[in-house]
């Protein structure tokens, strides 16, 4: 996560305007670093959009992943990739427009470390999909010095709700 990354703090928030400045840093910075989707959101802004129902979060990762890993509650489900060789979903973004029915609506993308939905954002924006972003950092986080995920960032990491099964 960019050391500039705006994080939304619920406790200074004045509506609209505190979503809105949110996502145009995110599509600022999306722009200045040239991503060919609208952009990164910490895993704390994805949660304060979508409880305010200001964004989809759709998690990408493997329906093994979500059982055995945990999933966040009431997140929608589109697989980027499936099965142990991660071959990529061809449905991929049928799906997702099944799923979200608005190409324009604001989504957050959720896989374990932030690779494959920024992938998935990708494929999105090129589908149409004009405010696709990717959560920084996933769900597990990034790698620590045992090269082990949970330690550092990510969903969990920042103690937002989540279950397993």
Not at 42 to 54: E, I, R, T, Y
Not at 85 to 106: H, I, S, W
Not at 110 to 139: D, H, M, P, T, Y
Request: aromatic share 8%.
């Amino acid at each position: 996560m960019a050391a500039t990354e705006l994080v939304f703090d619920p406790q200074a928030a004045h509506g609209e305007a505190a979503f809105d400045a949110v996502l145009n840093e995110a599509r600022a910075r999306a722009q200045a670093q040239q991503l060919p989707y609208a952009g990164i959101v910490s895993p704390q802004d994805a949660w304060q959009l979508v409880q305010a129902g200001k964004a989809l979060l759709v998690d990408v990762r493997t329906n093994e992943e979500r059982v055995f890993v945990g999933h966040v509650p009431a997140s929608l489900h589109v697989a980027w990739a499936t099965g142990t060789a991660m071959n990529r979903n061809p449905r991929f973004v049928r799906e997702l427009e099944a799923k979200t029915r608005d190409k324009t609506a604001v989504v957050v993308l959720l896989c374990r470390s932030g690779k494959r939905s920024a992938a998935a954002a990708e494929a999105a924006a090129k589908a149409g999909f004009s405010n696709v972003f990717n959560i920084a950092q996933g769900f597990e986080g990034d790698l620590d010095g045992q090269q082990q995920r949970g330690h550092s960032g990510g969903w969990r990491w920042h103690a937002l709700p989540w279950v397993q099964d």
